[in-house]
């Protein structure tokens, strides 16, 4: 998707994706202040604060278990940790069958049995959202 970043073999993603995403993503944890935010000038503190109407989807995809995660665990855990209800999410896993990294990267068409998993959920999810 980052094609044409001018840099030999790579597109631009092969940094931000595994390696920035996964040490952000790891400091923001859940939400809850810690050290390695202000190392990484990131300010989620409030993890414990989300409003329990709040809607959250989440995907699990092979390369969750690459790197010893899981979205889906995740995702429970913050619905928890702020009592958000279990109905309000929405947990799609597809860890057997989708490798992709960035999934709305993928052929919006679908190729395969399942076709875009991703695509099909998300707009299901969206269209359960009331607008505000």
């Known amino acids: 998707m980052l094609s044409g970043a001018g840099i030999a073999n790579a597109d631009g993603s092969e940094w931000y994706f595994p390696e ?3 040490i952000d993503t790891g400091a ?20 414990h604060e989300l409003p329990t109407s709040l809607k959250i989807l989440a995907i699990n995809s092979e390369l969750d278990k690459a790197f010893g995660s899981n979205s889906l665990v995740a995702a429970e855990n913050l619905a ?13 896993d597809v860890e057997s069958t989708y490798a992709h990294n960035d999934p709305n990267g993928a052929d919006p068409e679908g190729e395969g049995i399942e076709g875009n998993v991703f695509f099909k959920e998300l707009s299901g999810f969206l269209g359960g959202i009331e607008a505000g």
């Open 20 to 22: 920035r995403l996964t």
């Open 28 to 47: 923001v944890a859940a939400g809850n202040d810690n050290p390695a935010q202000e190392v990484l000038g990131e300010h989620a503190v409030h993890g």
């Open 80 to 92: 928890e940790q702020s009592g958000i209800p279990s109905e309000n999410l929405t947990l799609i």
